[in-house]
């Protein structure tokens, strides 16, 4: 299950059951869960940690140290959950001593030459398509596309359940539950389809939809239209999401054009 032919540190942690093929390169301080397999030429640096069942295919590069002038070389890391794959050419940079570590959930799919920049955190389920760019200290929630070729601003925050359609410049935050696309980017709807395949009953949706319309169709602004929400819709787990999102948007939100 483990070439000869690799090049792998005896001080890397590596669980049962592992497939490290030809050419590849495991550092020290690398720790691989049971059940991953490491292609050949993909470059596991140290700092890695990679859960369960993840693979990462070849000439990936996982844990090289920050693209940021502002790094001196501390200590950090690349956390990696259970089941996660990492496609052919992906980079995921290690964090700085702002945040420590870069972080991607359970469960995701990072396509081919993608980019993750210091001190991201991807939350579970994530997809980043084709050619896609994440700055430093972007976070993307549960369940989140993101259309091939399009790059995400540093510092950005892109809600659960959000479709980024392909070829966007992500330079604000991007609310839960909605689609966005276009040049500028902008409010597209709520992402229904999305919503529906992953279970939400049509009551929901239409309370989202509520809210949205609040926010982005009618003449309030966006303090004004969380205090509206507030009055006009029931509270629920998906209503509070969007308050709090709002509420905490440093860079504000992506408007409707």
Excluded at 15 to 28: D, K
Excluded at 113 to 126: E, G, K, Q, S, T
Aim: negative net charge; proline residues 3%.
């Amino acid at each position: 299950m483990i070439s000869d032919l690799a090049s792998i540190h005896p001080e890397a942690k590596i669980a049962g059951n592992v497939t490290i093929e030809p050419f590849a390169v495991i550092e020290a301080d690398v720790e691989i869960g049971e059940g991953s397999v490491i292609y050949s030429h993909a470059c596991i640096l140290s700092g890695s940690r990679l859960g369960k069942n993840c693979r990462v295919f070849q000439g990936a590069v996982i844990a090289g140290i920050p693209q940021d002038l502002k790094f001196e070389g501390e200590y950090s890391q690349v956390i990696i959950g259970d089941n996660t794959t990492v496609r052919e050419c992906a980079t995921i940079n290690r964090g700085t001593k702002a945040f420590g570590k870069t972080i991607l959930g359970r469960d995701c799919l990072i396509m081919a030459n993608v980019h993750i920049a210091h001190d991201c955190i991807l939350n579970d389920h994530v997809i980043l398509v084709n050619n896609v760019a994440l700055a430093g200290h972007v976070e993307i929630g549960d369940w989140t596309i993101i259309g091939g070729l399009s790059a995400v601003h540093q510092f950005v925050k892109v809600g659960p359940h959000v479709m980024v359609g392909g070829g966007s410049l992500v330079r604000k935050d991007v609310p839960p539950f909605i689609t966005v696309a276009r040049e500028s980017l902008s409010y597209e709807g709520v992402n229904v389809l999305g919503l529906r395949r992953r279970g939400y009953k049509n009551s929901r949706i239409e309370e989202i939809h509520h809210a949205y319309r609040l926010v982005y169709q009618s003449r309030l602004n966006t303090t004004q239209a969380i205090s509206q929400i507030e009055i006009e819709i029931n509270e629920s787990p998906e209503i509070g999401d969007i308050l709090k999102f709002l509420r905490a948007s440093d860079r504000g939100i992506v408007k409707n054009l």
